[in-house]
Nanobody
Framework: QVQLVESGGGLVQAGGSLRLSCAASERIFRRYGMGWFRQAPGKEREFVASINWTGDYTKYADSMKGRFSISGDYAKNTVFLQMNNLRPEDTAVYYC?????????????WGQGTRVTVSS
């Protein structure tokens, strides 16, 4: 099964940017849909963004549209989440996940998460 390792989290001021990375242990192109989720303290996990298994369709949660961007470097089996204009409410642990065939959005595999803290 694929293993996922997130990195790139940290502390940033409001208005700043971070780029999260998700490195997969095996090929993801044309094999897995990939998604980013987040969980803030005391809140349920929520969807952030996803990219489909062929890498040509992306989807975002409404509050992230225009600020976040998901992309893949498939030669490196890595997916990124570029986060711009960060807000304190973006503070959360961010998780990368892989959606295996038949790509129902069940996200079968998860990373350990990377923490993002946005200060006001």
């Amino acid at each position: 099964q694929v293993q996922l390792v997130e990195s790139g989290g940290g502390l940033v001021q409001a208005g700043g940017s971070l780029r999260l990375s998700c490195a997969a242990s095996e090929r993801i192109f044309r094999r897995y849909g990939m998604g980013w989720f987040r969980q803030a303290p005391g809140k349920e996990r929520e969807f952030v963004a996803s990219i489909n298994w062929t890498g040509d369709y992306t989807k975002y949660a409404d509050s992230m549209k225009g600020r976040f961007s998901i992309s893949g470097d498939y030669a490196k089996n890595t997916v990124f989440l570029q986060m711009n204009n960060l807000r304190p409410e973006d503070t959360a642990v961010y998780y990368c996940a892989a959606d295996a065939p038949p790509y129902k959005g069940d996200y079968d595999y998860w990373g350990q998460g990377t923490r993002v803290t946005v200060s006001s």
